[in-house]
């Protein structure tokens, strides 16, 4: 069965202090692997595309990376507006829906 | 705003009562999809259509979920006799093909759905 996990599930940090969140999945077939950024009461912001292993992409504070099992997003010195909850999904071969995991709460203090 | 736009924001009803959302997609995005999201998960596929065309249906999408998109434009979701278990955050995302590396799909704000 197609499965993505996420973890932590929830992740405090302070601020300037670079993690690391994960993405792992098991699927059949995969076209393309998603990060989305979501806050609360509002719909996902897509970040990233990531299609083949060994591909990165960076925007500002944030580096995605994706291996053949797992992706990892990187946030290096993060600022309290980079709190959010972390999506990560997968879109399999064949077909066009995205499979989202349970997100990672990321929280950055002062 | 150019992004995609959903109406109504938020829906309280009754249950047994009908509902219908709206959404309109980034103009020229010819893909629509709709998910539903629950608190503390990630958002779940519904459906999907191609200009006018549904696609895609998830087992999630029981009988008394219709979705349209007429006119390959703007597109409605539909929940008759509402139940609590249909309480969630409704979400509409829209997608360009064409290009390999245009898979990105852009939500929108969501509709709350609150069933009493």
């Known amino acids: 069965e197609d499965q993505v996990t996420q973890s932590p599930e929830a992740l405090r940090l302070q601020e300037g202090e670079s993690s690391s969140l994960n993405c792992s999945y098991t699927?059949?077939?995969?076209?393309?692997l998603f990060w989305y950024r979501q806050d609360p009461g509002k719909g996902p912001e897509f970040l990233f595309t990531?299609?083949?292993a060994g591909e990165e992409k960076e925007k500002e504070r944030l580096k995605a990376t994706l291996t053949k099992k797992e992706s990892f997003l990187h946030i290096t010195a993060p600022k309290p507006e980079d709190s959010a909850t972390y999506l990560c999904a997968v879109q399999l071969t064949g077909f066009q829906k995205l499979v989202f995991g349970t997100g990672t709460r990321l929280l950055v203090s002062p | 705003d150019t992004g995609v736009s959903q109406d109504p924001r938020h829906k309280i009803t009754k249950r047994g009562q009908n509902v219908t959302f709206r959404c309109d997609p980034i103009s020229e995005h010819n893909r629509l999809y709709w998910y539903r999201q629950t608190l503390g998960q990630g958002p779940e596929f519904l459906t999907y259509f191609q200009n006018e065309a549904q696609l895609e249906k998830s087992r999630l999408l029981s009988d008394r979920f219709s979705a349209e998109r007429p006119k390959g434009s703007f597109s409605t979701l539909e929940i008759q006799r509402t139940e609590q278990g249909d309480s969630a955050m409704y979400l509409c995302a829209s997608s360009l093909v064409g290009l390999r590396h245009n898979n990105e799909q852009f939500f929108g704000p969501g509709t709350r759905l609150t069933v009493l």
């Open positions: 699927v059949s077939g995969l076209r393309g």
């Open positions: 990531l299609y083949s």
